[in-house]
């Protein structure tokens, strides 16, 4: 499995961007996805994850209703990030795995593969 993120950049406080990560080499459907953020100088932290057929999302608390994560059937799974604040400033991740279990999508140590990263920087 390859991940390409991309879409990272600078926004403004309140402002808008949209995450993209492309998906090769398996079936993408059979992946659950995770986005995954890690600010400077703090350790990985969990963002959102969709399961492979789209059916169950589940999100981050500090994120709830201001991002929304997605996937479309051209093996890309996004992550539209709305209201930004300083605090989402990070280098964002995308993540896969096809074995995980309800209680570790949250852990980043459950997924297998991973994006290379790509930067958000909120200005206040």
């Known amino acids: 499995v390859q991940l390409q993120a991309s879409g990272g950049g600078l926004v403004q406080a309140g402002g808008s961007l949209r995450l993209s990560c492309a998906f090769s080499?398996?079936?993408?459907?059979?992946?659950?996805m995770g986005w995954f953020r890690q600010p400077p100088g703090k350790e990985r932290e969990f963002v959102a994850g969709?399961?492979?057929?789209?059916?169950?999302t589940v999100y981050a608390d500090s994120v709830l209703g201001r991002f929304t994560i997605s996937r479309d059937n051209k093996n890309t799974v996004y992550l539209q990030m709305n209201s930004l604040k300083a605090e989402d400033a990070a280098v964002y991740y995308c993540?896969?795995?096809?074995?995980?279990?309800?209680?570790?999508?949250?852990?980043?140590?459950?997924?297998?593969?991973w994006g290379q990263g790509t930067q958000v920087t909120v200005s206040s």
């Open positions: 993540a896969a795995d096809d074995r995980l279990i309800l209680t570790s999508q949250r852990s980043a140590s459950a997924y297998h593969y």
């Open positions: 080499g398996r079936t993408f459907a059979n992946y659950f």
């Open positions: 969709m399961s492979g057929r789209g059916g169950r």
